[in-house]
């Protein structure tokens, strides 16, 4: 897969309350941080397209996910 994500993001750091949440599956783990690395106190605006490509997923397999943290009040 060709990254097209580069100049957005350059690594991900994962918070330890993240990691160690059983509340959530490891797709969502690492999707919060991602978001959390995005937001910068600005919000979150990716596309269900640029985190399907980060997560190697399908854009559905994306939204899936997000509204699944949605649901679990993340």
């Known amino acids: 897969m060709q990254n097209t994500t580069s100049?957005?993001?350059?690594g991900?750091?994962?918070d330890l309350d993240i990691l160690t949440d059983s509340n959530l599956t490891l797709q969502e783990k690492f999707t919060l941080a991602v978001i959390k690395a995005l937001d910068?106190?600005?919000g979150c605006f990716a596309s269900n397209k640029y985190?399907?490509?980060?997560?190697?997923?399908t854009p559905k397999r994306a939204s899936d996910i997000?509204?699944?943290l949605i649901t679990k009040n993340y």
């Open 40 to 42: 910068k106190n600005n």
């Open 12 to 14: 991900l750091w994962i």
């Open 7 to 10: 100049n957005t993001m350059e």
């Open 51 to 57: 985190f399907a490509e980060i997560l190697q997923v």
């Open 66 to 68: 997000i509204q699944s």
